[in-house]
């Protein structure tokens, strides 16, 4: 598998990103993918209850299983917006049918920003025709741009493929930074590819790869109305059809999980007001679900965060959070490693001089939490940031 | 019930405190809490599955019945300290045991502080002794300051009640600040009344007060692993039996709810770095689990709580908060109220004049977010402050 950061041309899509006045300060707010003909598709949406309005109109035409083109606004969430924001999202996805002149079922819409505020249909009525107009193979860069929130940089990433020796190419792009948390976070994804694949491999690859990179993740604990994860396939890459159960099919799956991780620690590093990307990793639990929950309890725990924050090689936090996260522990069996120094030791302290190593790790802008309950062989992983005084500041600050 | 501020003289408990030496800034540290004779008890403790070595050594004495005697130190939990810390807990009980003239299994150890030190035990050696000798009856409040770790002020509550004529006293002394989240949170608290009070309503009144004080309130989500809750009755106040399921029983219970909750509330105003209490009432439920469910969800969100810091009516991460619970909600049935202007009804915003009412409503120190599932008739209660730049700082900060 060759990966690279910068996107490879995946075929037969175009893209396209506009400033439409969504967005108070004037920055790119609008975007359209689209595929050259029907593209075999799957999705992931928020598990949240409180369902924002493009998800309502969204989550059916995925199910069906083709799309041709997503719409997508930063600026706005279009969530709890009653009946006239599912008119709203309804009206965009009709323009964009017309304007693209394909079936208005083939749309996917997609929004995020503000909650509670009425979607500003004028913008989008202006600039809808303009984005159709003006798709271009080589604009991902600015749908990138186009969907940021709180983020400090565009995410994307790419990952190029071979079947039977015809290439094709994967490309995803993602926005995320606050309100993050499993299932989902206040994260969009899209991920596109030129290969032929079959439509319950695409559902289950998506599923599979979501589990191990988007929902491993947390900056605040907060799970939104609006997060959605799309996967087009177009077959424009001309493979025989990667199907599931074979060699070809795992391989897809674990590139599809490799640029998803890779976006998804993208998010966290650019989490709000992070200074650190912390890997909580834990093995030696005695069931799978156990690990994961001793994981994303020191992921979560503001405590742990605020301690990574002020370099503080602070192990009783992490030991507590395992301690209260409902998994099972024997304190005396318990080893607690910091990128390989070990602070704890049959549950308590290897003394002064390896904290002080310790301390030395916290300072480093990337580094791996490692926690053995010494009781099974299950293990999880976890990505988490750090709790700063700038999460604070833009989460006080966010809508004034 | 009469309720007092001022702690009323509680009849046979004497008290005293001093600075031992365990904390590095000479604060006091040390206090002792005694009985002129042994008093029947009852206990909660905390839910975390590490659990420090007092609480190893203290919770089967309490299950026993009788107490007489209680010390307790902050500046070290002395947990996660291995078999040293158990006999280092166990050499103080001996020590306070010697030192009152009572039984060993009269004494209840506790301890709170920083997490993995071990125990200064010459602290202790030296200072119980003259603990002992120093006693006196109205020497509560340096207990209350003595147990302070990063509490700005000292908590205690107070409350006479009367049974047949006979006046009876109940009064309470609790620490915590961070680390504060139901079951337990990193508090502490002690509960002393003269009254003579059956054991079975000792145990069922203290279980039932504690659900409805401190196990409804969060400052970071994290539950520790030295909480104790520990209530003593002396009968000295020499009143007929107060027995369970009689109407002074429950007027007992009533009382004794009464003065956690107050106690309660002062953690989370006194919440590290708080400026803001918030009640969140939760009402309209479909269940009580759910009522719960949604209450906490909304306490502990971050996003909400830096809103509430920023003094933004943001009710979008508030529904959300509601919608990710998995409590049942149906969008449109939802109705959110700031102390009384209403924010959103049937699920959608009220419109702008109300908004800025509510952004009033926010700008004061406590003040209630309710919120009305529209679904059934269970209700909940949570009470949460806000997250600011000071609870990174003083969390950053705690150790270094």
């Not at 290439?167 to 995803?172: D, P, V």
């Not at 391989?251 to 590093?269: D, N, Q, S, Y």
């Not at 302290?349 to 190593?357: I, M």
Request: charged share 20%; aromatic share 6%.
């Amino acid at each position: 598998m060759t990966r690279t950061t910068r996107p490879g041309p995946v075929a037969g899509f175009t893209f396209a990103a506009t400033a439409a006045g969504i967005r108070r300060s004037g920055r790119p707010d609008l975007a359209l993918i689209c595929s050259k003909i029907p593209a075999r598709c799957a999705g992931v949406f928020t598990t949240n209850r409180i369902k924002a309005a493009p998800l309502q109109l969204t989550e059916p035409r995925i199910a069906a299983g083709l799309c041709q083109a997503i719409l997508v606004n930063s600026g706005n969430a279009n969530a709890c917006t009653g009946e006239q924001g599912l008119h709203d999202a309804r009206s965009c996805s009709r323009l964009a049918a017309a304007s693209l002149g394909i079936a208005e079922d083939l749309i996917a819409v997609s929004s995020t920003g503000v909650i509670g505020a009425p979607l500003p249909i004028a913008c989008f009525e202006t600039h809808i025709p303009e984005l159709a107009r003006s798709l271009k193979s080589d604009a991902e860069q600015a749908v990138a741009q186009a969907i940021m929130t709180t983020d400090s940089f565009p995410k994307q990433a790419a990952v190029r493929g071979e079947v039977d020796g015809t290439a094709y190419n994967l490309f995803a792009v993602a926005k995320g930074a606050g309100m993050i948390h499993p299932n989902m976070a206040t994260m969009l994804g899209f991920v596109l590819t030129d290969a032929l694949v079959h439509p319950d491999l695409l559902r289950e690859g998506l599923r599979r790869a979501v589990d191990r990179s988007f929902n491993i993740i947390t900056v605040d604990g907060d799970t939104s109305t609006n997060d959605m994860v799309l996967l087009l396939a177009n077959g424009v890459a001309g493979n025989r059809e990667i199907a599931p159960g074979t060699p070809e099919g795992e391989r897809f799956c674990a590139e599809l999980t490799g640029i998803l991780l890779e976006l998804a620690k993208m998010i966290v590093r650019d989490g709000e007001g992070a200074t650190k990307l912390v890997r909580i990793h834990v093995t030696g639990a005695s069931s799978a679900a156990d690990a994961v929950k001793a994981a994303q309890s020191v992921a979560t725990s503001s405590l742990v965060k605020t301690a990574f924050f002020g370099e503080d090689a602070n192990w009783g936090r992490i030991i507590a959070a395992v301690g209260y996260s409902g998994a099972a522990i024997e304190a005396d069996r318990v080893e607690i490693r910091f990128d390989g120094v070990p602070v704890v030791q049959r549950g308590i302290s290897t003394g002064r001089e390896q904290e002080a190593r310790a301390t030395e790790v916290l300072k480093q802008a990337e580094f791996t939490v490692a926690i053995d309950l010494g009781l099974g062989s299950a293990e999880a992983d976890y990505y988490t940031s750090d709790l700063t005084f700038d999460y604070v500041k833009i989460n006080a600050d966010y809508r004034t």
